[in-house]
């Protein structure tokens, strides 16, 4: 009898594609004038980062507004008729000390959970989103998009664990590339003032990964200022000390429009 087909780990990743391309198959019930957009933003992130065995190393955004050493963030969206066309990059270097809870196994029944640990860390995160968008409705309030993309997203973290036992370093990089697909668009309440949003899934590098993205702008001339809250999160599926990690925070953009 035959053979059974090993199932391929970017499966996920090829079904993502293949609903991408459907969606953006959709048909659009006005076309939209050609407009370029570039935003530059301020994300004041929270970093859950989860390690393998459990541990979280928890960085609030006033640590990380404190230990930022280096941050670049923004956005590139052209619009002609239908179709959109889009760059999302983030980098930032952020380096973290402090104690934590370290969970063990001690093997003796009345033996700790955890013990605890100084930990002195630096991560560097990169992502890249390139992403390709068709108009679902174009209404008088209404604008809103099917996206389908590739997200790259790069992880360097360097991690020095020291408890009364002794030390412990270490040094990982992931480097994750995910298809994905998902929504955007704008509700407009009047001239001026709208909301924006953005939810986007992929997969294949990681197990999963998410992008959620809303708030209020205040448009003037070819000019915006944007209030929102945005979440990511990235469940790996083959990382050395990674399991997962999640940015999440207030935001303030600026945009011009030409």
Same mark, same amino acid.
């Given at each position: 009898?035959?053979s059974?087909?090993?199932?391929s *780990? ?14 953006l198959?959709?048909p ?12 530059l933003?301020l ?8 390690l ?8 609030s955004?006033?640590t990380?507004?404190? &230990?930022l ?16 066309y ?6 930032a270097?952020?380096g ?5 809870d370290?969970?063990?196994q001690?093997?003796e029944p009345?033996?700790?959970e955890s ?26 309030d ?12 790069r992880f ?18 992931? &480097? ?8 955007r ?33 205040y ?10 809250? *945005? ?10 000390y ?16 030409f």
């Open positions: 009898m035959p059974a087909t090993p199932r *780990r970017f499966a996920p990743a090829s079904r993502l594609a293949a609903g991408a391309a459907f969606c198959a959709l659009a019930t006005q076309v939209a004038a050609a407009e370029t957009t570039v935003s933003y994300w004041g992130t929270d970093v859950d980062q989860t393998e065995g459990g541990t979280r190393l928890e960085t955004r006033q990380v507004m404190e &230990n050493e280096f941050g670049l963030m923004g956005t590139l969206v052209h619009r002609r008729g239908p179709w959109l889009g760059f999302d990059g983030l980098y270097d952020i973290k000390d402090g104690d934590v370290v969970p063990v001690s093997g009345d033996g700790p013990i605890e640990a100084a930990l002195d860390f630096t991560t560097k995160t990169i992502m890249a989103h390139a992403f390709v968008g068709h108009e679902w409705y174009r209404g008088a209404w604008a809103l998009y099917g996206t389908g993309g590739i997200r790259y997203t360097e973290t360097e991690l020095t664990v020291a408890t009364d036992a002794g030390g412990r370093r270490f040094e990982t990089e992931d &480097n994750l590339t995910d298809a994905t697909f998902g929504v668009g704008h509700y407009a309440y009047t001239p001026h003032w709208s909301t924006p949003f953005i939810l986007d899934v992929g997969t294949g590098s990681t197990e999963a990964s998410l992008h959620a993205f809303t708030g209020i702008e448009a003037w001339g070819a000019s915006s200022v944007t209030a929102a809250y *945005r979440y990511m999160k990235w469940k790996l599926d083959d990382s050395d990674l399991d997962r990690v999640i940015y999440e925070g207030p935001l303030l953009a600026f945009s011009y429009r």
